[in-house]
Every structure is written in structure tokens, then in C-alpha cells.
């Protein structure tokens, strides 16, 4: 499939990652970038403004086959109000403008974040809708809901849920999972686990629901399901460094967690884990399955180690 891609988030890092493949598969790209966002990748045509300027979204949206709706923001880089006006009210404006123009389908990227398992099931599934712990997970529930009206008005959309993505160019969660297997500075892993998966397989997965996904659905975009400890030793094997030796206990994670509330009810700067409800997630294994992905859109991801060349490279020439 190809055609005319309009990519919000396209600046960013999953963003770029799609562009790239998208332009190397002959679509015609357009991306949407705020004034001050980087905007070196080549290739795209850009639209320059805000997630919520309407009028540069309906000329980045009209005619377009497909919309890839990245653009969002995390705990780390904003507060609770901005995080849910952007994630939230961003992608009603993104629906709006699709809604009144003239675009295909929505490809939606939301997080695996908002599915956890219930009960004593080791992954959770798609089915497995969780309580949004924190402004981000709430902010993802609160769009996905917008998107599923959409689908099931007369619109055509799509929801894909990755789990923690790593690759060259992430400035948040692959440093520090490399860190925990590269830098004998870094004695100790955190003690809870991740559905780890590159970012190319997560790019595989967007296109494959583009392609073939069932309008309305939603699909995890998974990799392995590893302890931070499993990920750390087979980091450190792979590039013959110094496994960590320790492990943070839960019980120490739990406590910083009020102590983080404390600390940004006094400055105002967000500092893992955020609050106490956080600090459990991150003790936690948030394991997940890719199976209905597998099943329906041929989606496979890739082990650990296939994706470290590139990505160790990146993070020792950061
Ligand atoms: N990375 C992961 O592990 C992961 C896992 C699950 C889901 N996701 C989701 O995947 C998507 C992409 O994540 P990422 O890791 O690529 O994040 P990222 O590197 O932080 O990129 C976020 C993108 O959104 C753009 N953006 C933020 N606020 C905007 C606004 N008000 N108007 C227009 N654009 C705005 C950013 O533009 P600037 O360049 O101007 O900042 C950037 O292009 C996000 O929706 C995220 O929630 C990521």
C-alpha cells in the first residue's frame, strides 16, 4: 500500500522512524511540526504549527489516505494539564479536521498503558481495559474513547497500543534501559518488567493497520516480555558489558513514590515516580500479548538483540 501519509508527532522519535520507512516505501509524506521542532529529516512536506491549530491540521489531513496520529506528550515533558489538553483535546482536533476534510483512515497510536492484566493472567490483551493510572494513561483512555466514536460514526479509524519502544533517537526510555546493562556506573535494575520492543517493529505494526486493521479495533503493538533484570543481563552479554549486580527493591520504589508527589507539589517538576500509585506501576511486570496483532495483521516483533546493534551504536555516540 502506499499513497499520500499525514503524520502528526512526525519530529518526533517513533515519528521520524515512520516517515523514514514510509518515504523508503514511496509514499508521499507530509508532516506536522511546531515551529521550534526539528525539522532535518528530508523528505516530508512539512505543516508547520500547533496539534490544536486547526487550520494547518485540516491542509495536513485533506486528501490524505491515511493520517498517522502520533503527536502526544508524556510525564516526563509536561504537567497534567498540558498532557491531557494535547493528548486528549489534540486528537479530537485531529478527528474534527479529518471528519470535515477529506482523509482516509486514522491510525491512532495510543499506549499499551492503558491495558493491564486482570486477575492472575501473566500478559494482558486488548480486552484487558485497565484504571488510567496518572494524567497520561487517563489522557490516552479519554482519546481512545474519541476515536471509537468516530469509528463507529462514519469515520475510519484504527487504535494501536505499543508497549515500550526501543531504538536510536528515544530519549526516554532507551537510555536508561541501556544504561542498566552498559554502565558499570549503574549498579542496580529496577524490579518490575516491560513488553520491550524495537521501533521498526512498532513502524511494521502502524502500516500493518493502516493496511489491513479492522475499523474500531484496537491492537498491542508488543516484543518481548522481560524483567528489568532479563533485559539488563542480556544487554550487558550482547555488548560484553557489567550485568548489574543489584536490584532496587519494591519496597524502596513504593516509598519514593509520596516523596516524588512531595517534591512536585513544592517545585512543580515532575521526578520518577511521580507518586505513589506510579511507583507501584513501576515495581510491576507489564507484560503483554501481540497475539490478535500477530493474527490479524501478520505482526511480528523481533528478540531483544536484534535491535541492539543499531540502537547501542546511537546511544554510545549520544
Ligand atoms: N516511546 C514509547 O515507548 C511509546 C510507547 C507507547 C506509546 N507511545 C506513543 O507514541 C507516540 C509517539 O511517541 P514518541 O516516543 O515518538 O514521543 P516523542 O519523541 O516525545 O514525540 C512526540 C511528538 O509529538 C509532538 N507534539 C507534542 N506536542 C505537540 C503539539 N502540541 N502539537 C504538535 N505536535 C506535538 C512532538 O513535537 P516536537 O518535536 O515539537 O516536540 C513530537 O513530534 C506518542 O503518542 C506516545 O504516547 C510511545
Known amino acids: 500500500m502506499t499513497g499520500t501519509a499525514a503524520v502528526t508527532g512526525a519530529t518526533g522519535f517513533l515519528g521520524t522512524h515512520l516517515c523514514t520507512r514510509l518515504l523508503e ?9 511546531r515551529p521550534s521542532s526539528d525539522r532535518r529529516l528530508e523528505g516530508p512536506e512539512w505543516f508547520v504549527g500547533d496539534l490544536l491549530d486547526e487550520g494547518t491540521l485540516a491542509l495536513l489531513v485533506d486528501g490524505a489516505d491515511v493520517v498517522f496520529h502520533l503527536a502526544g506528550v508524556g ?31 486514522v491510525v491512532f ?6 491495558r493491564r492484566v486482570n486477575g492472575t493472567r501473566e500478559f494482558a490483551d ?13 489522557s490516552k483512555r479519554d482519546a481512545e474513547r474519541l476515536v471509537d466514536e468516530y469509528a463507529a460514526g462514519d469515520g475510519d479509524a484504527v487504535t494501536v497500543h505499543p508497549t515500550s519502544i526501543i531504538g536510536p533517537g528515544d530519549d526516554s526510555f ?45 491492537y498491542i503493538l508488543g516484543g518481548e516480555n522481560l524483567t528489568y533484570n532479563q533485559a539488563a543481563t542480556r544487554i550487558s552479554e550482547f ?39 506510579m511507583a507501584d506501576l513501576a515495581t510491576q511486570r507489564l507484560f503483554y500479548t501481540s497475539e490478535k496483532a500477530r493474527d490479524e495483521l501478520g505482526y511480528e516483533f523481533s528478540p531483544l538483540e536484534t535491535h541492539l546493534p543499531e540502537t547501542i551504536e546511537w546511544y554510545r555516540a549520544r
Do not use: K
Not at 510525564?75 to 471528519?99: F, K, M, Q, Y
Not at 497510536?109 to 492503558?114: E, L, M, P, Q
Not at 486488548?126 to 487517563?138: F, H, S
Open 75 to 105: 510525564l516526563w515533558s509536561a504537567d497534567p494539564e498540558t498532557i491531557e489538553h494535547v493528548n486528549r483535546d489534540g486528537t479530537a482536533a485531529v478527528l474534527r479536521a479529518c471528519r470535515d476534510g477529506d482523509a482516509g483512515r
Open 239 to 277: 555488548a560484553d558489558g557489567t550485568a548489574p549486580a543489584l536490584t532496587v527493591p519494591a519496597t524502596a520504589i513504593r516509598a519514593a513514590g509520596p516523596l516524588a508527589a512531595g517534591v512536585r507539589a513544592v517545585t512543580g517538576r515532575q521526578v520518577f515516580p511521580f507518586d505513589r500509585d
Open 109 to 114: 497510536t495510543s499506549t499499551a498503558g492503558t
Open 126 to 138: 486488548e480486552t484487558d481495559i485497565a484504571a488510567p493510572v496518572g494524567a497520561y494513561q487517563r
Open 25 to 33: 516505501d514511496g509514499w508521499t509524506v507530509r508532516g506536522l511540526s
Open 174 to 218: 532507551t537510555p536508561q534501559l541501556l544504561a542498566m546493562g552498559l554502565e558499570p556506573t549503574m549498579p542496580a535494575t529496577l524490579p518490575g518488567g516491560a513488553s520491550i520492543v524495537g521501533v521498526s517493529d512498532v513502524v511494521d505494526g502502524l502500516l500493518a493497520a493502516a493496511d489491513c486493521g479492522v475499523c474500531g479495533d484496537h
